[in-house]
Each structure stands twice: as C-alpha cells, then as structure tokens.
C-alpha cells in the first residue's frame, strides 16, 4: 500500500480541485505545499502574496484537520523536498495543477518533471483555468474555454490520508527579506472567496454596469475575486458555473443586473485570453510581445521619473491618488491600472518591465499571464492592439469630477479649491497673478510637461507602427495571440450606478 503525493502550488481550495480529486480516487493522499526560497527572491514577489497564501493554507489546514489530516509545509527547492520524502516513504505519483508562472517556475516545473522521470514516477497535471497546454490553434479556443467552464465540478466529499492525523500545529513564517503587505488588502482563504463571490452576485453585481470605472465605485462594485482566482482559493469553473446560474434565475426586467453580469463572464473569459498567451510564449514575460518594438524605450529609462511615480509624486493628481491606493490597499481597478501603465509608458516614457515588476509586488492579485500581458499591451509593444493612451486629467475629469478619490488619498489635494481641482499646480500661479494672498502649497509639479511628452512619445510609437517591416510582423503575432472572436459580450452599454461601500467593506 502506498500513496500519492499532491503538490498545493496556486490552486489552495479543497473543492472543484482535480488534483486532489483525482489523487483521492487511487487511495490515501499526502498533501504538501513548498515554500521555495529562491522563488520567494524573485522581484515579482511581495510580503502580501506570502501572507495571502498563508492565510489560504491556513483555512485549507483547518478543513483538513477536520477530516483527519492536515497540509503540510516544507521549505526547501522542489526536488529536494520531494526527493526528501521519497527517500523516506516513497509515493506513487505526484499530482498537481498545471501553472503558467513566471520564469522561474517554468524552470522549477522542468526540473521536477526531470526529477520524477529519474524515478520512474507519474505526475499528473490538470487544467485549472481555460487555458490550454501545447495549443496548436487558437481557432479552437475559445471552444476548449466553454467545455472546461461547462463539464462538471470535482466534488470532493472525504478523504483518506496517509497519515492520520498532525502532530505539528500549522506554522509558516515569511522569508526575512519580503518586503510590502498593505495594511487594508483583502485577506486569503476559501471561505473569504465564497463570502466574496456569493455578496458579489446577490448585491454588489448590480452596479457593475457603469460601476467599475470610476475609483470611487470600483471597490464595491467590481467582484474583487481576481486575489482569489489568482491563488486558487476558488475555481474558475466555480464562478462560471455560479454566475451563469445565477442569471439564469434573474427576472427579465432586471437587465441592468443582467447587464452586468454578462459583462463580467466576459472578464473570466479575458482572465484565461490573457494568460493563454503567457502560456504559449513564456517569453512574452521579458521581452516584447512584438520585436519589431525592441530598442525603443530600453535606453531612454528615467530613474527620477520611475521613483517620482513609485513614491507617488508625478503630480497628476488621479495617478498620485491611484498610487497611494494601491500601495494601502493591494488593488486598483482596471482603469486606474491602465492610466498608471500608460503614463508611466508614455508621457514618462518607462520600459514596461521595471514598472511590471513594481507593480506586480503590489498587486494583491498578481497573475503573470495577464500582468505581464497587459503590461505590453498598456504600454503598446504588441503590436496588434490600438494604441490606449490614458489622460490622467480627463480620467479625474471623468472619473473623480469633484475630487472626493484624490482628496481621500492624497491629504495636500484637501488644501486645493476646486477651480484647481484637475491641474493644482497651477494654483499659485493664478492667485499670484490676482494678488490674492499667498496660500501655503505642498503640491508637486508635474514631472513632466503632459500635453508635449504624450506627443513625442505617440509619434514615437507610431512610427514604429507604420514601418513595413513592423507591419508585416504583426501577423505572426496575430497567429499567435490574438482572439479569434469576441468573449461573449453584453450587447447593450448601460450608464451606472453604484452601491455604497459599507455592503461590503471596502471602504476604500
Ligand atoms: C497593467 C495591468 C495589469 C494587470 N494585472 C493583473 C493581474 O496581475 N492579475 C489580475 O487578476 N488582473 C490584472 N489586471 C486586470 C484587471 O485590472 C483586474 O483583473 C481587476 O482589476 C481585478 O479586480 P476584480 O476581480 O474585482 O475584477 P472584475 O472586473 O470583477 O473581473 C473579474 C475577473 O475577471 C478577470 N479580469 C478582469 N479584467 C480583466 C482584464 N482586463 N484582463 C484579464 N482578466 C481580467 C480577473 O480574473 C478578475 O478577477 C491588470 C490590468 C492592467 C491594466
């Protein structure tokens, strides 16, 4: 009698896991997360991921307490870990999820492949998402999302484990060096994913529509599941499934909520578009999607201008107030994400990778896929998606007409008139000029002239854009990345509305 061994990695729930499932129906199961030091010295990683995973574990610990087990924490490189424990009571067969990370652990999942061929050993790997392992055409894609979405959930009734019982109680400490864990970021663990998801379908869903780009509204009306989709606490098949179900049980007069929530199916769509792409070319987390883009922003990098937008200073007030947000709190909604990505990409004229790699240490939510993605996109080396250059003073204008975000984030805005509201540096100037007293100011300058820097830059790009060879290249990158046909899309806009922040508290 032996057992088999299952690898937790981003995938910490103990429903809808087919891994575990799978493991179980052999027979006794050995469940192990590893905490990898070298994984952990990565510039992608943060004090609040390791945080948020313990907490995951933690809840993942507790439920398998209950059923006579308990996960167990090992610290050291995979295949030491896993030959450690070979050495001592060897297993059957390793079984875990597929994960499309970050170049390290596309090297550490070669490694342990090579481990577990030496030893002659099984380790199977299942989907956790849409994405698709060695796919050949994306044509096919979006087919393979919908039968993953739609075939049955992996329940997950009793267990047997190998051994019976824990004697060490759950521990897990933080590398010394992780650095960042904002004070209001939300918390890890299945049951927080479920709280999250189902008050998100019963209530907050009906300001989605409308609700999600303003930063004022955003917190509450947004689902705030990408924390727990990224680490797994549930599965995407789950939210799917729930969602789905839960529209087809609305009324017909609530379109808005229907709306809504269509719109947002479309985003669990985009979530697996996005790190499909990753997955098909790990490159992609280093290097320009489009290397018809290379050399073009590499050796102009700014180190004052990337230290004034990490520290919160560039003097656009909406980009200021959205750092600050971020740095308390772990998320920002996707608007506000791509402005910082398009001013740092544009106007401050930064490589996109030293600002992803900043921002995936403050990102609760960080998923390689979609970050490193978005990333390029924001930043325009794809190559095939129109150039988005966001105005951080049209965004405050739109988004933050009467100053209530930057206020709350950026204590020197509470001393600004509203007249000045969008442009406060101009403030002293003006008052200057009307010989009104001289207020006491602590606001910055911006750190670059906007209008002009965003001209220079566009041009820049856009001369890229319109070279032959540029141009004969993106349809490689088509091929290859793009989606074949739209996600399933709303069909009607709606204007919105939002729901106030204490129904779930985020109140921020
Ligand atoms: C530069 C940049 C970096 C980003 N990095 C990440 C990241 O590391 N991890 C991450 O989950 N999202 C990332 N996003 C996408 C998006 O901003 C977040 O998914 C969203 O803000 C999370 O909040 P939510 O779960 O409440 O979103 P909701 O609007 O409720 O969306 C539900 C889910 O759909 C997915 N999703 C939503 N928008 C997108 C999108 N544009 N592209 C792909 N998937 C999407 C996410 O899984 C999200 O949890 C990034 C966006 C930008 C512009």
Request: glycine share 6%.
């Amino acid at each position: 009698m032996t057992y088999s061994l299952v690898w937790f990695k981003r995938d910490l729930r103990w429903q809808d896991h087919a891994a575990l499932a799978q493991a179980s129906q052999k027979g006794p199961v050995r469940c192990i997360y590893v905490i990898e030091p070298n994984f952990w010295l990565q510039p992608d990683c943060a004090l609040q991921h390791f945080e948020f995973v313990r907490e995951s574990l933690q809840a993942l610990d507790t439920h398998f307490r209950k059923l006579g087990g308990c996960i167990e924490i090992h610290t050291g490189e995979v295949t030491d870990v896993l030959e450690r424990i070979w050495r001592t009571e060897p297993f059957a067969g390793v079984y875990s999820h597929e994960e499309t990370g970050n170049g390290f652990t596309y090297r550490r999942d070669l490694q342990v492949a090579a481990w577990c061929k030496s030893k002659d050993l099984v380790w199977k790997e299942f989907a956790q998402f849409g994405v698709v392992r060695r796919l050949k055409d994306r044509s096919a894609w979006q087919g393979e999302w919908e039968r993953h979405m739609a075939s049955p959930r992996q329940t997950i009734e009793s267990l047997t484990f190998w051994h019976q019982g824990c004697p060490q109680p759950f521990s897990m400490t933080a590398p010394a060096h992780l650095q960042h864990d904002p004070r209001l970021r939300q918390r890890g663990g299945r049951p927080q994913a479920l709280k999250t998801l189902h008050n998100f379908l019963n209530a907050r869903s009906i300001g989605y529509r409308g609700g999600i780009s303003s930063p004022l509204s955003a917190p509450n009306a947004c689902s705030r599941l990408s924390a727990y989709l990224a680490y797994g606490c549930i599965s995407m098949r789950e939210v799917v499934q729930e969602t789905r179900a839960h529209l087809a049980q609305l009324p017909a007069q609530a379109s808005r909520h229907r709306a809504g929530l269509t719109a947002f199916v479309s985003r669990l769509y985009w979530h697996c578009h996005f790190i499909q792409k990753l997955e098909s070319e790990p490159a992609i987390e280093i290097r320009n999607m489009h290397r018809g883009y290379d050399d073009l922003r590499e050796h102009a990098f700014n180190p004052m201008y990337f230290e004034a937008l990490k520290e919160a200073r560039t003097g656009w007030p909406m980009v200021d107030a959205s750092v600050t947000m971020l740095k308390e709190t772990g998320w920002l909604n996707f608007r506000m994400r791509a402005m910082l990505v398009s001013v740092a990409a544009y106007p401050l004229w930064l490589h996109w990778r030293p600002v992803g790699e900043w921002l995936a240490t403050q990102f609760l939510d960080y998923e390689p896929g979609i970050h490193w993605s978005q990333m390029q996109m924001q930043s325009g080396t794809t190559g095939i998606n129109l150039t988005r250059v966001y105005n951080p003073i049209k965004q405050a204008q739109d988004h933050d007409p009467k100053g209530i975000f930057v206020r709350r984030w950026l204590p020197a805005m509470r001393t600004i008139a509203d007249p000045w509201l969008f442009e406060p540096w101009k403030m002293r100037l003006d008052l200057m000029h009307a010989n009104a007293a001289p207020t006491p100011l602590n606001i910055t300058e911006p750190v670059v002239d906007l209008a002009l820097a965003t001209r220079e830059a566009k041009e820049k790009v856009h001369a890229r854009r319109k070279n032959d060879d540029v141009r004969i290249a993106n349809k490689a990158v088509i091929d290859k990345h793009a989606s074949r046909r739209g996600s399933p899309r709303p069909k009607k806009k709606l204007s919105g509305e939002s729901i106030a922040s204490e129904q779930l508290g985020f109140d921020f």
